[in-house]
């Protein structure tokens, strides 16, 4: 059974930094994409970016561009997601995706593994 789960999400102050990691069991993607995507309060789910787990390649939303920086370490299944000058715009539910396909964008439907989502929550 495939599982991801999230750790790190917690309560910060804006301009603070703080890092997400998104561990996988029970299948490795090392040929394949993980990605973070986020919902806030009211709204859809969106894409904040991903990593291509063989080779690293990442692509991010525009409004994390320049202060989220996602990387990975295949060894231990395991994908980051290190946020910095976070805004209270940034307040989230926080899900770690997966698929084995390499070629995929930012379409939810392009992920088939979800975590349970960590709540990120920047105050002002």
């Known amino acids: 059974q495939v599982e991801l789960v999230e750790f790190g999400g917690g309560l910060v102050q804006a301009g603070d930094s703080l890092r997400l990691s998104c561990e996988g069991s029970?299948?490795?993607?090392?040929?394949?994409?993980m990605a973070w995507f986020r919902q806030a309060p009211g709204k859809e789910r969106e894409f904040v970016g991903f990593i291509r787990m063989s080779g690293g390649n990442t692509l991010y939303a525009d409004s994390v561009e320049g202060r989220f920086t996602i990387s990975r370490d295949n060894a231990l299944n395991t994908m980051f997601l290190q946020m910095n000058s976070l805004a209270v715009e940034d307040t989230a539910v926080y899900y770690c995706a997966a698929t084995p396909r390499t070629w995929v964008g930012g379409a939810r439907n392009d992920y088939q593994y979800w975590g349970q989502g960590t709540q990120v929550t920047v105050s002002s």
């Open positions: 029970g299948r490795t993607f090392n040929d394949g994409t």
